[in-house]
């Protein structure tokens, strides 16, 4: 395989690493809540680079590290390109209704 057709996931933690306080942190900034809604449309996930969000590249960034670190999204590169998607089988298996109750929240 050559440098342009491998996956490699980026450090996120495991399904039972994943702690609820710091999912409702991540969850709790209207930027990323954006992003989580974004991403609950497309489940094969999206490039980093093409979130449409009104924030500088770095702080979108930024926001999705949040996300990845509380385990809210899963994040891979393929070549050059990071992959997100939400983690919606891991949590909806910790936290039943969470994802669904987020997601129907008024905006």
Request: proline share 7%; charged share 25%.
């Amino acid at each position: 395989m050559d440098a342009m057709s491998t996956s490699k996931a980026l450090p996120q933690p495991d399904r039972e690493e994943i702690r609820i306080e710091d999912v409702l942190q991540a969850l709790g900034e209207p930027v990323r809540l954006q992003i989580v809604r974004l991403l609950a449309d497309l489940p094969d996930g999206i490039a980093c680079g093409e979130i449409d969000l009104q924030v500088t590249p770095s702080t979108r960034a930024h926001h999705l590290r949040i996300l990845r670190e509380a385990g809210v999204i899963s994040t891979h590169t393929e070549g050059t390109r990071r992959i997100s998607s939400l983690r919606r089988e891991d949590l909806d298996c910790l936290y039943p209704g969470l994802l669904p109750g987020v997601l129907a929240a008024p905006r």
